[in-house]
């Protein structure tokens, strides 16, 4: 494991052969699961909060148990946040996007306070992309910015490869897309009492105090 603190257009972790290949191996076989199930079923989750989103589609799938705690250690390496009050939970989902698919230029919802996106399959597809962007629309879910970007950097696609921010509102603007069929796993820190009602089952896992307690 390589543990990479990258401070251009902000401050993220970018975590290089991030699981052993034994456990990568096991991660994948997971993978492959979700993937046999979307070839039978398709897209799952439609995005209508915003218009912007009535068209863009994925498969997701929330996990009932915490099948990567490694990634509890990162938070507290990232000392920006947009601030949290109680006891977090940890959320983790199966997301796979299709062919030539595009999510717009966002921040992550107000209840998410660490995101960790792991890099699983294909060998070759397009990571996610930072923005520099000036817009100042941040509503607290997913609204896309309302302005262009000055440049965009984008966190190369490995497998096996792990890409951690902290949402900071106004500033933390990003987007990803897919060329072809892509699967990662996203695995948030949450403040329980923020989440939107009504968007699809989760299961919310516990964290060891000790991963947050110390960092506000």
């Known amino acids: 494991m390589k543990i990479n603190h990258v401070y251009d257009p902000w401050h993220h972790l970018q975590v290089e052969d991030f699981?052993?290949?034994?456990?990568?191996?096991?991660?994948?076989?997971?993978?492959?699961?979700?993937?046999d199930h979307f070839k039978k079923v398709g897209s799952n989750t439609f995005y209508t909060t915003h218009k912007e989103y009535s068209s863009r589609r994925k498969y997701v799938r929330y996990v009932e148990e915490d099948i990567v705690p490694e990634t509890n250690q990162f938070f507290s390496m990232l000392p920006e946040h947009r601030g949290f009050t109680g006891e977090l939970k940890k959320i983790i989902h199966w997301a796979i996007t299709p062919?030539?698919?595009?999510?717009?230029?966002?921040?992550?919802?107000?209840?998410?306070?660490?995101t960790c996106t792991y890099y699983i399959y294909p060998e070759h597809e397009v990571g996610t992309v930072l923005q520099d962007n000036p817009s100042c629309n941040d509503d607290g879910d997913h609204n896309p910015a309302d302005q262009e970007s000055t440049r965009q950097i984008e966190v190369e696609w490995k497998p096996n490869k792990l890409f951690v921010h902290n949402s900071i509102p106004n500033k933390t603007w990003h987007s990803y897309m897919s060329h072809?069929?892509?699967?990662?796993?996203?695995?948030?820190?949450?403040?329980?009492?923020?989440?939107?009602?009504?968007?699809?089952?989760?299961?919310?896992?516990?964290v060891d105090p000790k991963y947050y307690e110390n960092i506000l």
């Open 180 to 206: 072809e069929e892509r699967i990662v796993l996203s695995i948030f820190f949450v403040q329980p009492d923020l989440i939107i009602d009504s968007r699809y089952p989760m299961y919310l896992l516990d």
């Open 99 to 114: 062919k030539n698919f595009r999510y717009p230029t966002h921040i992550d919802n107000k209840s998410r306070i660490n």
């Open 19 to 35: 699981l052993s290949p034994d456990r990568f191996d096991d991660i994948k076989k997971l993978a492959m699961i979700e993937y």
